[in-house]
């Protein structure tokens, strides 16, 4: 599997010595190298274990919700992998695919930036991110409903647990003193999912989401989807589909973070392209590409 991060030039995996503790400099490393290596592999980001994980899960309300729906016997799988990539992933009635509640992956990162975000005399800074290599939330027993249709890529229904997962990213970030969770979502809906807690990096794409999403709310969000990805959503400044473009979108956790979307430069942006443009949908036509494209491809593999 290909991890996101892999793709982005303004990352940069950090050293193993910033991922060592300080008291560890006067120590033999030989003597302890391997030791520190297994805890690591034991433990989600090398630093929580699965008792550990399991009081997040509970304080970020995650557990209470799965009871609702009848989940119980819950169990916690941890791993880091050769390039540093933490997984975690949630059970009920035993560790199997067919048992799989959240599959969670991160990479801890370093965001650069790029100088056009900012004022010419600016000095670039440098944030202390975790990476949302991959996420899943998917119900095993349930199968999609005629009122949440199956979205493009989507392979099970979701558990609706999506707030819940950001306040465990909250109480995650806030122990790690890291500055945010960056994704880059694959697809539209995925970004309008994220969008209750992340904005886009770039304040343009902030402002166009949120136009869309005003001029476009007497349709359905399955519908919407399918406008994007059929190209049938029309900015209608330009009189030019509306293509998504998949770009950081960062959920704040540090103040010097939140000090950047709050600054008057992001809200200048932003709110020039939320005034400035304007979308419809040609429904008519989405809902022929969408038959044609559905009569070669399964919905899974958009």
Same mark, same amino acid.
Request: overall charge positive.
């Given at each position: 599997?290909?991890?996101?991060?892999?793709?982005?030039?303004?990352?940069?995996?950090?050293?193993?010595?910033?991922?060592?503790?300080?008291? +560890?400099?006067?120590?033999?490393?030989?003597?302890?190298?391997?030791?520190?290596?297994? &805890?690591?592999?034991?433990?989600?980001?090398?630093?929580?274990?699965?008792?550990?994980?399991?009081?997040?899960?509970?304080?970020?309300?995650?557990?209470?919700?799965?009871?609702?729906?009848?989940?119980?016997?819950?169990?916690?799988?941890?791993?880091?992998?050769?390039?540093?990539?933490?997984?975690?992933?949630? /059970?009920?009635?035993?560790?199997?695919?067919?048992?799989?509640?959240?599959?969670?992956?991160?990479?801890?990162?370093?965001?650069?930036?790029?100088?056009?975000?900012?004022?010419?005399?600016?000095?670039?800074?440098? /944030?202390?991110?975790?990476?949302?290599?991959?996420?899943?939330?998917?119900?095993?027993?349930?199968?999609?409903?005629?009122?949440?249709?199956?979205?493009?890529?989507?392979?099970?229904?979701? +558990?609706?647990? +999506?707030?819940?997962?950001?306040?465990?990213?909250?109480?995650?970030?806030?122990?790690?003193?890291?500055?945010?969770?960056?994704?880059?979502?694959?697809?539209?809906?995925?970004?309008?999912?994220?969008?209750?807690?992340?904005?886009?990096?770039?304040?343009?794409?902030?402002?166009?989401?949120?136009?869309?999403?005003?001029?476009?709310?007497?349709?359905?969000?399955?519908?919407?989807?399918?406008?994007?990805?059929?190209? &049938?959503?029309?900015?209608?400044?330009?009189?030019?589909?509306?293509? /998504?473009?998949?770009?950081?979108?960062?959920?704040?956790?540090?103040?010097?973070?939140?000090?950047?979307?709050?600054?008057?430069? /992001?809200? &200048?942006?932003?709110?020039?392209?939320?005034?400035?443009?304007?979308?419809?949908?040609?429904?008519?036509?989405?809902?022929?590409?969408?038959?044609?494209?559905?009569?070669?491809?399964?919905?899974?593999?958009?």
């Amino acid at each position: 599997m290909k991890f996101k991060s892999e793709k982005l030039k303004n990352f940069q995996i950090p050293e193993l010595s910033q991922m060592l503790d300080s008291e +560890l400099s006067e120590i033999e490393i030989g003597d302890v190298l391997g030791n520190i290596a297994r &805890t690591r592999r034991n433990s989600f980001l090398g630093r929580f274990s699965k008792s550990d994980l399991f009081e997040i899960l509970k304080e970020a309300g995650v557990l209470d919700e799965l009871r609702k729906d009848g989940f119980e016997d819950f169990s916690i799988a941890v791993e880091i992998d050769d390039t540093m990539v933490s997984y975690m992933k949630l /059970y009920s009635g035993g560790e199997s695919p067919a048992n799989l509640l959240i599959d969670l992956r991160l990479t801890e990162n370093k965001f650069i930036p790029e100088k056009r975000f900012f004022p010419l005399d600016f000095e670039i800074p440098t /944030y202390d991110m975790i990476f949302i290599e991959w996420l899943s939330l998917q119900n095993p027993r349930k199968g999609f409903a005629g009122n949440k249709p199956q979205l493009p890529g989507q392979m099970k229904p979701g +558990l609706g647990l +999506l707030k819940n997962c950001f306040n465990m990213m909250y109480i995650v970030g806030k122990e790690i003193t890291k500055d945010g969770f960056m994704d880059i979502p694959d697809h539209f809906h995925g970004a309008v999912m994220y969008s209750r807690k992340f904005k886009f990096f770039n304040p343009v794409q902030e402002g166009i989401l949120h136009a869309m999403l005003r001029d476009l709310r007497k349709y359905s969000f399955y519908d919407i989807t399918w406008g994007m990805l059929t190209e &049938t959503v029309i900015d209608t400044y330009k009189n030019k589909p509306q293509k /998504y473009e998949p770009s950081e979108q960062i959920f704040q956790v540090s103040p010097r973070m939140k000090k950047y979307y709050t600054s008057i430069a /992001y809200k &200048t942006v932003y709110l020039r392209y939320y005034h400035r443009k304007k979308f419809k949908l040609d429904y008519d036509e989405m809902v022929k590409r969408r038959g044609e494209i559905l009569k070669s491809r399964s919905i899974e593999e958009l």
